[in-house]
C-alpha cells in the first residue's frame, strides 16, 4: 500500500480494512478518509414518527469541477422536516446543526507535496450563494449554458432548482428564468445532448404524487405500521427540457413522444449510446414498474422499447422496484452493458447488451453471472461499474439499506431508523465456458466500523492518482469519503471528453471512449454523470493499462461524430475536445 497523507484517522483506517486481493491482480483497498479531509456532512430526513415515505428515499451528491482548477469538488443534498408543525425539535432525532439544514458545496483543496497528496474539503456553502432549503433528493452537475463553467441541477420534493455557476465561485438560481422547474417529486436528473445540438438537455426523473396531504399509513404482514411502497401512491410522468443553447429549456415532453408511455415510478436514470447507433438513449429505473428503455430515433423522437429489447423485465417476465443503474462493458465485447438494483427478496440484474446498431437486445445474465443470491437478502441503491482492482475488467460496487422494518429490528429510542445494511462489492473474474462472472469481495470492503443506510454512491478520482474513489451517502446518517488505495503509479491514462467553448472546458456527457491497445481488445468507457442514484459523478475516464501500450483513443459524441487521438501521456489526464481528434468515417465502425 503506498503512503496516505492525511493524519492518524486514515491509517487507523487502513488497519481495520485489509486489502482483499487475488494472485497476480492489485490489492482492493479503500481508507475512510472522511475525517481527515474535512467532510463532516449528516444527512438529516426530518422523521417524526409518521413514516412519512420520502423520508427513506434520499439523498444524493455530486463530485464536480465547479471552479475550474482540475479536482473534484463535492456538493450534498440534504433533507429536512416534514409534518410536526414546522419545529424541528420534535423531530424523532432532532436537527442539532447551526442554522435550518440546507445542501453543502465543498471545494477540494487538493495539494500536492513532496510526492504527497492531501484533500481538505471546505465548506464554501455561504459564500457560493446557494441557498438549498427544500426537502433534497438528487442532484446532476453539468454546464447546462455553455459558458465554461459547470452548474447544478437540483431535484427535490417539490420545486427543482437550476443555479447557474457564475465563474468567480459563486452561484446565482436562474430555476424560473431557465424555465427548467419542476414542482412534482422528482429523484433524478441526466444532461446529456440528445437532439444532437452539442448542447446539453435535461431528462428529469419523477417519483410518486406524494404530500402530506395524500400520505397514507400502511402496515406489514404482522400489522404492524411500517413505511409504504410505492404501490400505494400513483406515478408521475418524466419529463425532457431541450435546451437552446443559452441554459433555457422548453419542455420537448410531448413532441418527443413521452406521454404516450404509462408513467413510472422513476428513481434512476442512465444515458448512453445503448444500440450502437452513434445517438444518446435513456434508460430509467423504475421501482415495481417495467423499466423504461428511450431509443433515439434521431428527429428528436424517443421511442420507448424495453419490453421488446428485454431490458424492462427480469428473466422471469416479472418487474422489480429498480432504484439505482449503472452502464458499463462488463464482458468486453465493446457495447455498454446495464446492471440495476433492486428491493429485498429480488435479485438486482445484469443485462448483457446484445444489439445490433438500431435494434436494441438485452440479456438477463444475473445467475450466469453469479450476481443474484448475494442481493437477495439486500436492499440495493447507488451502484457504478469501476474497475477497482485495476486489472482492466469492470467490477461492481453497490450500496444498501432497507426502506421497510425487518422483523426482530424494532424502532427503539437508541436505534430510531434500524434500516441499516452492508453494502458490497463485485470483482469480475473469468466464468466457465469463457464468459466473465462476479465474484463477491471480502465483506466490509465499502463499511466503517458499522454499516449504514446508504443510498448514494458517486465514484470519482478525487485524488487524481489514477483509480477511483467513493463518496456514499446515508440516509440519516454520514457522508463518508473511501479513497481507493489500489495503486496505480504511471500505469494509467486520464480522458477527459470535452465539448469546445472559448477554454475547451465544458464535461461532455454520455460519450463512449474506447482506448486502443496493442495486441488486446480495446477497452470502452462511459463518460458523463448519469447513472448510480440521486448523484452525480466524474465526467472524466481513468483507464488502468497493466503494462499494456496504447495506440489510441476514441471519443464517440453526441451528435455521432467519432473522432480520434493519438496515445496521451501516462499518469496524468489529457483534455480530448471536439474537433480537435481526426474525425474517423461511419463506415469505420465495424473496425472497432
Partial sequence: MRAVPGGVAVWVAAALLPAFARAGEGDVLFVDATRSAGLDFRHWNGMSGQLYYPEVVGAGAALFDYDNDGDLDLYLVQGNLLGADGDRTRATVPWTGEGPPRDRLLR????????RTTIRFVDVTEESGISAFGYGMGVTASDLDNDGWTDLYVLNLGGNQLWRNEGDGTFTDRTEASGADDSRWSIAAAAADYDGDLDLDLFVVNYLNFSLVTHKTCLTERGEIDYCLPSAYQPVPDR????????????????????????????????????????????????????????NAGNGDLAEEGLISGAALNADGEAEASMGVAGGDYDGDGDLDLFLTHFHRETNTLYRNDSEPGAPAFR???????????????????????????DGWLDLAVVNGAVTFAAGRP?????????????????????NGGGRRFETARTGLLDGASPHVSRALVSGDIDNDGDTDLVITNNN??????????????????????LTDAQGRRPASGVTVR????GAPPLVRLAGTSGSYTSSG??????SLGGATVTRVEVQWSDGTVEEWPAPPPGAYTDLVRSTGAERARTQDKQR
Fill in 538 to 543: 466524474d465526467p472524466r475516464v481513468a483507464v
Fill in 515 to 518: 482506448v486502443h491497445r496493442d
Fill in 411 to 431: 424502532r427503539t429510542e437508541d436505534d430510531p431508523f434500524p434500516l441499516d445494511q452492508p453494502n458490497q462489492a463485485f470483482l469480475n473474474v473469468p466464468g
Fill in 108 to 115: 477540494n483543496d487538493l495539494e500536492h507535496s513532496d510526492g
Fill in 364 to 390: 438477463d445474465r444475473t445467475n450466469a453471472a453469479a450476481l443474484a443470491r448475494p442481493s437477495w437478502d439486500a436492499t440495493s441503491f447507488g451502484t457504478v461499474f469501476l474497475d477497482l482492482d485495476l
Fill in 240 to 295: 425532457l427540457l431541450r435546451n437552446d443553447g443559452a441554459g433555457r429549456f422548453t419542455d420537448a415532453t410531448v413532441e418527443a413522444g413521452l406521454s404516450g408511455t404509462r408513467p413510472g415510478n422513476g428513481l434512476g436514470v442512465l444515458v448512453a449510446d445503448l444500440d450502437g447507433d452513434r445517438r444518446l438513449d435513456f434508460y430509467v429505473a423504475n421501482d415495481l414498474m417495467p423499466n423504461h428503455l428511450w431509443i
Fill in 477 to 498: 446518517g454520514p457522508a463518508r469519503l473511501l479513497l481507493n488505495q489500489a495503486g496505480t503509479g504511471d500505469d494509467w491514462i486520464g480522458l477527459a471528453p470535452r
